[in-house]
């Protein structure tokens, strides 16, 4: 007989509707990656739910009928919304609190916290007005952990029926401002935990404590956080829940970033035609008004520009390789003074390095199809998309062997990985990787290697979907 698994994918954000940042990738592709792998035996019915943050672009809304939440005597407003994207229902929450915070994360951390409160138990509310119950809750990081540890207070009160709970986390330190008060004021209590004493009023850590299993974005960042260096004060308390503590790697949408068929590049080729990638090393090159060269190494960092993502130090490093001769381009946006840091570098090297500080979906494709080498030395990673891209275009990346990026990146095989968050180590990585390339048919091997990685997200919603089948039976 034929199984279906009912699963409510809780997230701030979701390609194509809105991204800001890796997060908004996963949740685009997962819940879809999830879904077929229905079969005569087991379905999944995974649907995404997501605040109606004013930027969301969606088409063919259908409103659904209005409810309440119950606060300080009072209640809130629910607009929710359903429409559909390739079969799966995908929700929309909207209602005051998430009028009034315009973006997706506010610097303003009241704000954030009356939104994603709201959020997250308006969407647990969700289910009784559209006639679908969850038999999992799948929320990821802070901004949606409390509908995991909703669930777990109303089931106290109501005796309600068992919703498994899964969080998946994708970047611990953001753990989300102090919810207590608000918390009260939807009548939910805090609960005693025993979670450290300053966590006990945060979503994440009530998410963790409430959640039947936790999942770490990758095998590596799984066992980092349990360590005092990356588990942000939490790595006692997850100890603790080792058991339920897992780490699935994430994927990236092999479809659309596929050389072979990317229409954003200037042509297409695959592993067996690598040598056309040269012309979109010039075309690259012409776009960015560097000096048009075939042979000089290209470096690029595609990245938020964040400390987390150890920019400053390959910015650093490019400034410390004076001697030899390298184009780099750097794409993204961010903190305002790694910003400036990017265009005073360069300022410096007008003629080798260009700054393009602004989010380009395109001019990052072509990026990673003209590139030689992409430069990631995060301080911290829970997984990592821009390296599985960058191999599956034959841009080769230098990476720190850290989180995902050390479960991705092969020293020597698929790419160059050094263990030090300095910019030294990463100048001897890179240097290591142009002795390598200096040799056209090693280089190949390298960019063939990663080509030939299988990055897709079939793998890793297996995993998922055997954690919800062990959650549920
Ligand atoms: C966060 C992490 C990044 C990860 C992404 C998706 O942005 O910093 O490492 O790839 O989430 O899980």
Redesign the pocket.
């Known amino acids: 007989m034929s199984k279906t698994i009912n699963v409510l994918f809780l997230a701030a954000e979701a390609d194509p509707f809105i991204k800001v940042?890796?997060?908004g990738?996963?949740a685009g592709s997962l819940p879809h990656a999830l879904r077929a792998l229905s079969n005569d035996d087991i379905k999944l019915d995974v649907r995404l739910v997501l605040p109606y943050h004013p930027a969301v672009k969606a088409e063919n809304l259908r409103p659904l009928e209005l409810f309440t939440l119950p606060r300080s005597g009072s209640e809130v407003e629910v607009e929710a919304f359903e429409t559909t994207l390739n079969g799966m229902p995908v929700y929309f929450i909207g209602g005051e609190p998430i009028r009034a915070n315009g973006s997706v994360y506010s610097l303003d951390a009241k704000l954030d916290a009356e939104k994603y409160t709201f959020f997250s138990l308006a969407a647990l509310e969700l289910s009784n007005h559209i006639n679908w119950q969850p038999d999992v809750l799948h929320a990821?990081?802070w901004h949606t952990a409390l509908s995991i540890y909703g669930n777990l207070a109303k089931r106290w009160e109501a005796g309600a029926r068992h919703v498994a709970g899964v969080l998946?986390l994708?970047?611990l330190p953001f753990m989300g401002p102090d919810i207590s008060a608000l918390l009260e004021s939807y009548g939910i209590k805090l609960a005693q935990t025993d979670l450290p004493e300053w966590a006990r009023v945060m979503p994440m850590p009530l998410g963790l404590w409430a959640s039947d299993a936790i999942v770490a974005?990758?095998p590596g960042?799984a066992g980092e956080v349990l360590t005092p260096e990356y588990g942000c004060g939490l790595n006692e308390f997850l100890e603790l829940r080792k058991d339920t503590l897992s780490g699935v790697l994430?994927g990236i949408d092999t479809i659309s970033f596929d050389p072979a068929v990317d229409k954003a590049i200037g042509i297409n080729y695959t592993a067996d035609t690598l040598e056309k990638r040269i012309i979109n090393k010039g075309v690259l090159q012409e776009r960015l008004k560097l000096p048009h060269n075939p042979n000089v190494p290209l470096f690029s960092i595609i990245s938020?520009m964040d400390v987390?993502?150890g920019v400053d130090l390959a910015f650093t490093a490019l400034k410390n390789m004076k001697r030899i001769n390298f184009q780099a381009v750097i794409l993204g946006t961010g903190d305002p003074k790694l910003e400036e840091a990017a265009r005073n570098l360069e300022s410096l090297f007008p003629e080798n390095i260009k700054a393009v500080l602004r989010f380009d979906a395109n001019l990052a494709r072509l990026i990673y199809a003209g590139s030689d080498m992409i430069l990631m030395p995060?301080r911290?990673?829970?997984?990592?998309?821009a390296q599985m891209i960058a191999m599956r275009y034959g841009c080769v990346p230098v990476v720190r062997a850290v989180?995902?990026l050390k479960d991705t990146v092969k020293q020597g095989e698929t790419g160059f990985v050094f263990e030090k968050a300095h910019h030294m180590s990463l100048v001897s990585a890179i240097k290591t990787g142009l002795k390598v390339f200096a040799d056209r048919e090693k280089w190949r091997m390298i960019q063939r290697a990663g080509m030939a990685g299988d990055f897709s997200w079939e793998a890793s919603a297996r995993e998922y979907q055997k954690l919800y089948l062990s959650l549920i039976k």
């Not at 911290?380 to 998309?385: D, Q, V």
Request: with cysteine.
């Open positions: 940042g890796g997060l990738d996963v990821n990081d998946t994708h970047n974005v990758s960042y994430n938020r987390q993502k995060s911290y990673e829970p997984c990592g998309l989180g995902g």
